[in-house]
Structures are given as C-alpha cells and as structure tokens.
C-alpha cells in the first residue's frame, strides 16, 4: 500500500519565480491538506482540498494556490516567491467524514515532504 | 485562536530511561489531540491520537499518553528510551468541525548511549 508521495524531494528557485509541489494521496483517501513548515518550527496548514475544492485556508497570501484532480492528487502553486518561502512542504492526505453533522477530516497521514530552497 | 504547547524545546535522556515530553492545550470542546514524530530529513510520523474514547492512549514504539482534562495535558511518554527514539516530537490538536491541524513548536528528544 503506497503512501502518500510527494515531488519532487528538493527544488532551488530564484526570487519571483513560481514553482508547483505534487502530492499523491494514500490509497483510499480523498482530501489533501498542505502545510509550511520552517527551519525550526512547526508545520502551519496552507489549505485543504476535497472534492476539488479548497475547505478551508490558513493566514497564507494568495500567491499560494493549489489544484485537486479527480484522481485525489493535488498541486501546491506559489507565485512570486521570497525569500520566506524558503521551508519544507509538506502534504498529508485523509478521509473525509461527517460525525454528527459536522464535516471533518479523519487522521493526516503526512509525506516525506518537499524541501524549497528560494535564493 | 486554540493552540497547543510543548513545555520543553529540548529534553535530554539516557537509553533505557523514561521519557516524558509536556503538552498543554488551551481550553476547546473535545478536541483531538496527535503526537507526531519527524526523524532528521524525513516527515511527520503519527504516534498515537486521542478522539474522546479512552484517555489512556497506546501508540507504536512503546509510547502512550494520557489525556487529562483537568489539567488541559496530554504528555507522551515512554518507559524505556531507545537510541532510535532520538528526534523531534510534535503535539498536535484538531477542534471539532475543523480540518486544519494546529502544531505545537516541536521537542527535541536526544537519547545519550
């Protein structure tokens, strides 16, 4: 059972360029979350997608953008880069649920992550 | 916002030794609550998950954490440390109705031979 994979693994881009991560989801699973995480801290969730749409979004600029496919897979798109976006991307995949009415997302399951290096 | 914190950036132990590594969350209606673990250059490996069942929680590798309501905790432990335990360890809640993880800023568990 494949899990959730991501690409590419490194990727160096200059200021102002764009670039897109990709993430393919855990068999069975059909949301994708993507989150920052920064040299030393904790990972800060992006954006989730489900049904080929955005969920729900964290405090990001819209210069982040993302992509589901009908096949689950997702694109994490970020224009213009700075400097600041230099981190680890990580994309976690999970199932999503409905418990007593309230739409929710069953356990992330997280890739090995892209690492953005923007000089 | 709800947050979680790691009481400790750093914690030092001896192989075969206990591990205990502190986790408060602020105050929310029955949230989830994760540990992670995220081994150098590698990503986020779920532990264990606590979703309002029991509040002992059993995980891999010999760790377990108990979730105290009174006291807003949910500290991980661990009765015997291993040199492959040593990396950066991450509490972590998820509110009810909502997708997005909340991390806490990570412990640094180095394991001395």
């Known amino acids: 059972d494949a899990g959730v994979t991501q690409s590419p693994t490194h990727l160096i881009k200059t200021r102002g360029q764009q670039v897109t991560l990709r993430c393919s989801p855990k068999?069975?699973?059909?949301?994708v979350s993507w989150y920052q995480q920064a040299l030393g801290q904790g990972p800060q969730f992006i954006f989730q997608?489900?049904?080929?749409?955005?969920?729900q979004r964290g405090n990001f600029p819209d210069r982040f953008s993302g992509h589901q496919f009908p096949n689950y897979s997702s694109e994490l798109n970020v224009n213009a880069l700075l400097l600041g976006d230099s981190a680890l991307y990580l994309c976690?995949?999970?199932?999503?649920?409905?418990?007593?009415?309230?739409?929710?997302?069953?356990?992330?399951?997280f890739g090995p992550g892209t690492r953005l290096t923007v000089l | 916002a709800q947050s979680v914190t790691q009481l400790d950036s750093h914690v030092s132990v001896s192989e075969g030794t206990p591990v205990l590594l502190r986790c408060n969350y602020s105050s929310s209606y029955s949230p989830s609550l994760f540990w992670y673990v995220q081994h150098p250059n590698k990503g986020l490996q779920l532990l264990l998950k606590y979703t309002s069942a029991a509040t002992l929680v059993k995980g891999i590798n010999g760790f377990e954490a108990e979730f105290k309501k009174s006291e807003t905790s949910f500290h991980l432990t661990k009765p015997s440390a291993h040199m492959s335990d040593a990396a950066e360890y991450f509490c972590v809640r998820r509110d009810t109705g909502r997708r997005a993880l909340t991390f806490g800023s990570g412990t640094r568990l180095q394991v001395q031979p």
């Open positions: 068999s069975g699973h059909d949301t």
């Open positions: 997608y489900y049904e080929e749409e955005e969920r």
């Open positions: 976690a995949s999970s199932l999503f649920l409905t418990r007593g009415g309230s739409p929710q997302t069953d356990t992330q399951y």
